[in-house]
């Protein structure tokens, strides 16, 4: 059972405009939620998190939003820029004093210049 | 500069051989994890280690095995009984349960294919 999903596999967006992707989560004792960029054949990076008290949290072009009743979090990238062509991961953890995350499957995103 | 590494960058496997993948870090992070990543499934965990000499099976641990000796090295072992092991496998590493939101530390990943 996929406890984090992300349903669109891969997502075009022109380069100066917004790119939103989106994750949804079944399980609702989840209290913490990541996002990550991964390149090819590299190990995933950190882009920005959020925890369930709050439902927006803002990083230079990067946010994050958290909707609790919907049990679904989007990230925004405003402006696009081709560099930003990776795949993205959603992670979701509950916050039982062993931090385990859960990853979605994905979103591969394309910055078209 | 601190992080993780792993080794090696591509390993080939032969039928029912034992290949163990490297991973060190000197992030001084208590906790370290194996995940692997199959196309079209994300990254699913194999096991996990909170402190030394300690670690617990992740979701998918059957036919692997780890060790955590030194807090800063967390090898996997893909053993025979893996029946479909090729795939890129990912270390990585995280304070202790003090700071959920700073998020693991990626390693750069071993490709493992079976010949």
């Known amino acids: 059972d996929q406890q984090v999903k992300q349903n669109s596999p891969s997502l075009s967006v022109q380069e100066g405009r917004i790119s939103i992707l989106n994750c949804d989560y079944t399980n609702s004792m989840f209290d913490y939620f990541l996002w990550y960029k991964k390149y090819p054949a590299e190990g995933p990076t950190f882009l920005i998190s959020i925890s369930s008290i709050k439902d927006k949290n803002e990083d230079g072009r990067f946010t994050v939003f958290l909707n609790k009743s919907a049990k679904h979090l989007s990230l925004h990238i405003v402006p696009s820029q081709p560099g930003d062509s990776a795949v993205y991961f959603c992670a979701a953890s509950a916050a039982s004093g062993t931090y385990k995350y859960i990853f979605g499957t994905g979103t591969r995103l394309k910055v078209l210049a | 500069d601190g992080g993780i590494t792993q080794s090696p960058k591509y390993l080939f496997r032969k039928e029912g051989q034992n290949v163990t993948l490297s991973c060190e870090q000197n992030?001084?992070?208590?906790?370290m994890y194996w995940y692997r990543q199959d196309p079209g499934q994300g990254l699913r965990l194999i096991y996990y280690?909170?402190?030394?000499?300690?670690?617990q099976k992740g979701d998918i641990a059957e036919g692997y095995s780890v060790s955590r000796e030194k807090k800063e090295s967390f090898p996997l072992t893909v053993t025979s009984a893996q029946k479909n092991p090729t795939a890129f496998y990912l270390c990585?590493?995280?304070?202790?349960?003090?700071?959920?939101?700073?998020?693991?530390?990626f390693g750069s990943g071993t490709r493992l294919t079976v010949v």
């Open positions: 992030l001084n992070h208590d906790a």
């Open positions: 990585a590493s995280s304070r202790d349960s003090s700071a959920p939101l700073d998020g693991y530390t």
């Open positions: 280690s909170q402190i030394v000499n300690d670690f």
